[in-house]
């Protein structure tokens, strides 16, 4: 069965080391795509609608609430109505859960007293939603997972890619986990609305929520960085059950096993890269420092308009690539190369979208951070590089 690519579930794994890469301190040296089990709650649920009154059913619920009337006939002479007229009123009031009774005894229930107090006519519908639980706790997720970019595999489909690796779910559905979620006060923050009421379990199923696990370094420890999608940041929710389940430690530290060395061979021999083009960062982590001649501004450097085997764009300086799970950094000594690609990455930044003087500024920062120019890079050199690019004027928001 083929593997689909990982940015037609998610995105491309160079956007989740980017992001780490520019947190102060951290180190990404590993990365793995996980597919982190779900519960998939197929749930029924009553919501109550709200909308303006017909002129007739305001008065009749009017005439019961606060004129006291509770027989047909005394309602029709005090509104002036024929008793056909009230009767029909009364039993569409009656079908919409409003009031109960006989014509001779009518009473407004507590959504009818309710609906007369704040002059809205309140009405119950039936509603079908999907609500999903972690495989580790059964725990709810946030209202950020059901985001648009945010994509989560049912069953079959997580079986079918081969991109993502399953995580084995820790626990079964709790029956009780849907009620314990409805009696929260904060349950508007996991995706189910205050107005949904008289919730009964369906059916549940399995779903996966694809994600890149980081394994970094952050001067003093290992952690674990997680990427979903989530507002296109770090998954803090997913992040904090991963860090805590040994299952998920044990899957990530069996894959990591091979020597760095062993990992890169064959990705560097494709490339015509040396062996001894791998450099030690520290006790962690790897570099691949090539000359100023493997890195290109151009879109290519061959007559056929490709690269050169083993030539990196100038914008890849500095970024982080993955042959397979073991993170390597692309790096250059020369320092006037690194300073070019600074400004080749902030200036591709910077004229993407319309962007302002603080997110450019701050962008420069992460930039310089992970480059180490010899000096820091400005706003006013990021301007002349524009100029000389032939960009003209940069125009940026203040």
Not at 42 to 51: G, K, M, V, Y
Not at 156 to 184: I, K, M, N, W, Y
Not at 185 to 195: A, I, K, S, T, V
Not at 327 to 356: F, G, H, I, K
Request: hydrophobic letters at 40%.
């Amino acid at each position: 069965m083929s593997s689909a690519p990982a940015d037609t579930i998610l995105y491309a794994q160079t956007r989740a080391l980017e992001h780490a890469a520019g947190l102060p301190g951290i180190r990404p040296l590993r990365i793995h795509a996980l597919a982190f089990p779900l519960h998939a709650a197929e749930l029924s649920a009553t919501i109550e609608e709200r909308d303006p009154f017909d002129l007739l059913d305001r008065y009749v619920g009017l005439a019961i609430a606060e004129g006291g009337f509770t027989r047909r006939a005394d309602i029709a002479v005090f509104l002036g109505l024929t008793e056909h007229t009230v009767d029909r009123v009364l039993r569409f009031l009656g079908g919409i859960g409003h009031l109960y009774g006989t014509a001779d005894a009518l009473f407004l229930t507590e959504r009818g007293l309710r609906s007369v107090r704040d002059d809205r006519r309140y009405t119950e519908k039936q509603e079908r939603l999907r609500l999903y639980f972690d495989g580790v706790r059964c725990g709810p997720l946030r209202t950020a997972h059901y985001a648009h970019g945010v994509r989560i595999l049912d069953r079959d489909t997580g079986h079918a890619q081969r991109t993502f690796r399953l995580l084995p779910e820790a626990c079964g559905f709790r029956p009780g986990a849907v009620q314990e979620l409805a009696r929260r006060h904060d349950r508007g923050e996991y995706d189910l609305p205050d107005e949904l009421l008289n919730l009964e379990v369906l059916e549940v199923g399995r779903a996966f929520l694809p994600c890149y696990a980081v394994r970094a370094h952050d001067g003093h420890r290992l952690r674990t960085l997680v990427y979903s999608g989530v507002a296109d940041l770090r998954d803090d929710h997913l992040e904090e059950i991963l860090n805590s389940w040994p299952t998920a430690t044990h899957v990530m530290e069996s894959a990591d096993s091979e020597h760095p060395r062993d990992h890169f061979a064959e990705w560097m021999r494709e490339r015509g890269i040396a062996p001894q083009s791998l450099s030690w960062v520290d006790h962690h982590s790897f570099r691949l420092v090539l000359p100023p001649s493997r890195y290109t501004d151009r879109y290519s450097d061959r007559e056929d308009g490709t690269r050169g085997k083993g030539t990196f764009s100038l914008a890849m300086l500095g970024a982080y690539v993955a042959p397979r799970s073991h993170v390597l950094q692309l790096w250059c000594d020369d320092v006037p190369t690194r300073t070019r690609a600074v400004l080749t990455r902030a200036l591709a930044y910077a004229t993407a979208t319309r962007r302002t003087v603080p997110e450019v500024t701050a962008f420069l920062g992460r930039v310089c951070r992970q480059l180490e120019p010899e000096a820091d890079v400005t706003l006013d050199d990021l301007r002349r590089h524009a100029r000389r690019a032939g960009y003209g004027t940069l125009d940026l928001e203040e």
